[in-house]
């Protein structure tokens, strides 16, 4: 199955973050190191990742743009939930180093004149699977 076609379930994704929790990354990925979302690096070379899958189960199902702050964060904050079942992460993909396998997300948002590619750690210690009322 091409990286492009998986689609990554909850158990997944914690399973990834797990395996790379006491990954602090290399020099190859430094660049990409941000524990909220970032811009993506304008002098970043993509192919220093790989793709690994989506978040996002169903093309042709819309995702909520619900965002999931139970603490008081918001969606800039570094210690904001990853929360699989909301907005940003439900529009997510799944990448790594190329050389350490440190994971990574990257989520691309799309306002009415921009599209802004954005990357943040995948820290397993974050992750929320709380589910989405609507």
Request: charged content about 30%; overall charge negative; glycine content about 8%.
């Given at each position: 199955?091409?990286?492009?076609?998986?689609?990554?379930?909850?158990?997944?994704?914690?399973?990834?973050?797990?395996?790379?929790?006491?990954?602090?990354?290399?020099?190859?990925?430094?660049?990409?190191?941000?524990?909220?979302?970032?811009?993506?690096?304008?002098?970043?070379?993509?192919?220093?990742?790989?793709?690994?899958?989506?978040?996002?189960?169903?093309?042709?199902?819309?995702?909520?743009?619900?965002?999931?702050?139970?603490?008081?964060?918001?969606?800039?904050s570094k210690d904001a939930p990853i929360a699989l079942n909301f907005h940003p992460c439900n529009r997510s993909e799944v990448w790594a180093c190329v050389a350490c396998g440190k994971p990574f997300l990257r989520y691309t948002e799309y306002g009415g004149y921009y599209e802004e590619r954005r990357i943040r750690e995948l820290r397993a210690e974050l992750i929320s699977t709380a589910p989405h009322a609507g």
């Open positions: 199955m091409k990286p492009e076609s998986i689609v990554l379930d909850a158990d997944a994704v914690l399973r990834l973050a797990g395996e790379h929790a006491a990954n602090t990354g290399c020099a190859h990925c430094a660049i990409f190191r941000s524990a909220g979302w970032e811009a993506f690096p304008t002098t970043a070379e993509e192919a220093k990742l790989r793709r690994i899958g989506s978040l996002r189960a169903r093309a042709d199902e819309e995702p909520t743009l619900e965002e999931h702050h139970p603490e008081g964060t918001g969606y800039w």
